[in-house]
């Protein structure tokens, strides 16, 4: 995987049937045509060979970056801040950057410079544990998809405005690359960022791209180039840059000296943190926000397909008609993101939605479609749409041969399979994952849950097991088993593994749910309403958490509880 993108034409030539390698690659660095493509017609024009004519117009480059010829920055001294002279009207260049500076999965092994990057890459969304909810990085996600949330990529900047591709460096040092569009008598000025010239609080680049370290010494700085938000790390506990470097201070400390400096009403390009939190909390009570947010004009595309992914399955009819919109959206990104989320939506809601990507013009979203759209009975499709969905099919198997060698690939092939009826297929994809990674709890839930669906409880218990003996932290695991467990009424040890679930995992409101519904059941409602009066602070607007508590505390006799609970929920369906 580190080799894809630290040498150059890497071919991993995996053969599956023998579980070898005959890895291949044209340098063991990241040459001329990493980027630009094979360079044998380069070659010939520069050397002027007989034919090579046909060549001037590009000069034999497969991938051609000249998005800013002939493009000037113009400065504006009133606002301090230039203005690109045409737009940008192509990604060629930042999508090729993309390749390896982004967080994302392969699903192809024909990958060219300059051919759409989405016919060969899923880039992740702001995803909890990869993104903070205001979407400044967390874990390592390669630049990519913070960039695309900045107001310089919206004004048509690309990586080689800043970053010299050939020599790796800054195209000026320190401030000096920000000075090229920003101008320094109004920024680079201790009235802007009110620390001494030249320290380290007077950088631009530390302020609006504050760095982490990844592997100890690989500081990143985030791509995002936001304003620093320290109200925003005291209302949602997000990072700031300001506390980075005054870890001595707390974030109020911070945020009042912001206020001291700039006044109220800062919120920055990136306007979606407190709508993104809330869905991480309980997307269901954020539905209008998130709905908003799809159909926000000026924010971006990673935000809105990130939105599109929380709304699609806690969708209203409220919310339905800006979800149908996103699936026919500009933004691919936002097309995939909501292809994906149609497949918890019911039968007739998912078919007629997503037999209308199938022919999407993206390799991604088609797979997609197809994924999701794979267990359709064939009367429920025209003859035409049969044939996009088996090609679309064939492109989904290709993706996944095309990664055969890591146990996600594997069990997302059993899911296929067992989706199209073929079990023994399945179960063999995942015990096959579980032999190349037998640390991939997702291999043995999945297998777990196909047997249990073939009436095999007491093997499905057993993957189950075997997958705690991998981890035995697994909140996912223990909840599964769990449930496996109620199943075949061995209430005593179900309730320690839902109980476990609950503990591991406190921010999915599920896990708290179902625990209180089994305690609920063996007689400890008191019990119950404790733990869902908890899970109700932590995830105040989750349905089914308010309707428990409605229904126990009417149970129990205390109807102003129940009539409280009641309106709440009353008011999250409106």
């Known amino acids: 995987m580190c080799a894809e993108c630290h040498s150059t034409n890497l071919l991993k030539n995996y053969d599956e049937a023998s579980d070898t390698f005959d890895t291949t690659w044209s340098e063991i660095d990241v040459s001329c045509e990493a980027c630009h493509g094979p360079g044998s017609q380069h070659v010939a024009w520069a050397r002027k060979e007989p034919g090579s004519e046909q060549y001037a117009g590009n000069m034999g480059l497969v991938a051609l970056f000249d998005e800013r010829k002939g493009v000037a920055w113009t400065m504006d001294p009133k606002s301090g801040n230039a203005t690109r002279n045409k737009p940008r009207t192509t990604d060629r260049e930042i999508e090729v950057c993309a390749q390896c500076h982004s967080r994302r999965s392969s699903i192809s092994q024909d990958y060219v410079p300059g051919k759409p990057f989405m016919d060969h890459y899923v880039p992740s969304l702001l995803t909890d544990g990869l993104y ?29 405005d800043c970053h010299e591709p050939h020599n790796l460096e800054l195209r000026a040092p ?20 009110f620390h001494e010239p030249g320290s380290q609080g007077a950088s631009c680049a530390e302020c609006h791209m504050p760095p982490k370290n990844y592997m100890v010494v690989d500081p990143r700085h985030d791509h995002s180039m936001r304003i620093p938000r320290p109200d925003l790390s005291v209302e949602l ?10 870890d001595d201070h707390d974030a109020a400390w911070a945020a009042q000296l912001v206020r001291e400096w700039y006044g109220e009403g800062l919120p920055g390009y990136q306007a979606y943190a407190e709508t993104l939190h809330a869905a991480r ?3 269901s009570s954020a539905g209008q926000a998130l709905a908003a947010l799809v159909g926000g004009a000026e924010t971006p595309d990673i935000a809105r397909a990130t939105a599109v992914a929380a709304l699609g ?15 026919g959206d500009d933004s691919p990104l936002v097309r995939l993101a909501g292809t994906r989320a149609l497949e918890s939506l019911p039968d007739q809601l998912r078919i007629p939605l997503a037999t209308r990507r199938l022919d999407d013009p993206v390799r991604t979203v088609r797979m997609e ?22 090609k679309a099919l064939q492109e989904y198997r290709q993706s996944l041969a095309a990664n055969a060698e890591r146990a996600e690939s594997q069990t997302s092939r059993g899911d296929l399979l067992a989706r199209t009826g073929d079990s023994s297929g399945a179960i063999e994809a995942y015990l096959r994952a579980v032999d190349i990674d037998p640390t991939f709890l997702p291999a043995y839930a999945n297998h777990a849950d196909l047997l249990r669906l073939q009436g095999k409880e007491h093997e499905a218990e057993g993957r189950l097991r075997a997958a705690l003996d991998v981890d035995p932290q697994s909140a996912a695991i223990h909840h599964a088993l769990g449930l496996a467990l109620v199943r075949r009424q061995s209430m005593d040890e179900a309730l320690q593994h839902l109980r476990r679930a609950a503990e591991l995992s406190e921010e999915d409101a599920r896990y708290a749910y179902v625990y209180a519904i089994a305690l609920e059941s063996r007689g400890q409602r008191a019990e119950a309403i404790d733990l869902l009066a908890t899970a109700h602070e932590r995830h105040p607007g989750d349905p089914d958490i308010l309707n428990a508590l409605a229904s126990y505390h009417m149970k129990q006799g205390d109807q102003e509880k129940a009539r409280e ?3 709440k929920l009353k008011a999250l369906n409106q």
Do not use: W
């Open 237 to 246: 506990g997000t990072p700031n840059a300001c506390n980075n470097c005054h």
């Open 132 to 160: 903070h909810a205001d979407g400044q990085i967390d874990d390592e996600v390669y630049v990519y998809g913070s960039f695309l949330q900045s107001k310089m990529y919206a004004a048509g900047v690309t990586c080689s």
């Open 281 to 283: 909390r309980d997307a």
């Open 565 to 567: 609970y009641l309106g």
């Open 369 to 390: 479609a197809a994924r999701v759209l794979a267990a359709t009975p064939e009367d429920a499709l025209t003859e035409s749409q049969r044939e996009s969905l088996d």
């Open 313 to 327: 399955p806690n969708l209203t009819r409220a919310t339905l008609e800006v979800f149908i919109q996103a699936l």
């Open 174 to 193: 320190g401030n000096g690359v920000c000075a090229q569009c920003h101008l320094p008598a109004k920024y680079d000025r201790k009235s802007h960022h």
